[in-house]
C-alpha cells in the first residue's frame, strides 16, 4: 500500500524540488537518446554493407572455385584462426566490440597433393572468416545499440509520462490543500474575532 502523501508546506517544496529535477535531467536523457539512435543508424548501415560483402564473396568464391561443390575433394582443416582479438570502443556511454587482431595458421600441404586452386582457396577462406567475423561482430554492435536505446526510451517515457506529470499533480494539489486552509483559518479568524466582539458588546452592556 502506497504511503499517504502530505500536504504540507515541507511536501510542498520536495515535490517542487523533484519536478525541477526532472526537468533537468529530461532534455539531457532525449540527446543521449537521440545520439544513440543515431549511432544505431550507422550501425544498421555498416552491417547491410558487411552482410552484402559476406554475399557477394559467397558468390565470388563458387564463380572462382566451382570445384568446392565436389563433395569428395576434402578441404577442411587447411585455415584455422590462430588469434582473434576484440576490443571494446565507447558510442555514447555503449561499449561496442570491434575487431582488434585477427590471425590464421594454415596448415602445411603438399602442392603435388593438392590440386593447383588451393593457393587461392587458401586465400578466400581467410577473406571469408574475417568477413563473418565482421559481420557478427556489427550483429552484436546493433544488439546492443537497439537495447540501450531501447532502455533509454523507457526512461524518458517515465519521465516525460509518469514521473513529470505526477509531480505536477502534487504540487497542484498541495496548493489547493494549503490554499483551502489558508481560507479556512481566515474564516475561523474572522469568526472568533466577531464572537469575541460580540461578548466585548454583551459585556460592556451589562
Known amino acids: 500500500m502506497a504511503a499517504r502523501m502530505a500536504l504540507n508546506k515541507s511536501a510542498l517544496q520536495k515535490e517542487r524540488e523533484r519536478l ?6 529530461l532534455p539531457s536523457l532525449e540527446l543521449k537518446r537521440m545520439q544513440l539512435t543515431g549511432e544505431l543508424k550507422k550501425a544498421e548501415q555498416l552491417l547491410a554493407q558487411s ?8 558468390a565470388e568464391v563458387a564463380k572462382k572455385l566451382p570445384m568446392l561443390a565436389d563433395k569428395k575433394i576434402d578441404v577442411a582443416g587447411l585455415v584455422k584462426i590462430r588469434t582473434l582479438l576484440t576490443s ?14 585477427l590471425t590464421f595458421e594454415v596448415h602445411k600441404y603438399s602442392l ?5 586452386w588451393v593457393d587461392m582457396l587458401v586465400k578466400q577462406l581467410q577473406i571469408m572468416t574475417k568477413l563473418n567475423i565482421l559481420n557478427q561482430i ?5 544488439r546492443l545499440l537497439k537495447q540501450a536505446v531501447r532502455r533509454l526510451t523507457q526512461r524518458v517515457n517515465l519521465f516525460k509520462n509518469i514521473l513529470i506529470p505526477q509531480a505536477k499533480q502534487n504540487i497542484q494539489k498541495i496548493r489547493i490543500f494549503l ?7 481566515v474564516v475561523r479568524s474572522k469568526l472568533a474575532k466577531a464572537m469575541h466582539i460580540k461578548k466585548y458588546q454583551a459585556l460592556s452592556a451589562a
Open 20 to 25: 525541477n529535477l526532472y526537468q533537468r535531467l
Open 51 to 58: 552482410s552484402q560483402k559476406v554475399a557477394h564473396q559467397r
Open 88 to 101: 571494446e570502443e565507447n558510442a555514447v556511454g555503449v561499449k561496442l566490440p570491434q575487431l582488434a587482431d
Open 112 to 116: 603435388l597433393a593438392k590440386p593447383h
Open 138 to 142: 556489427a550483429q552484436e554492435r546493433v
Open 179 to 185: 490554499g483551502d486552509a489558508e481560507r479556512a483559518a
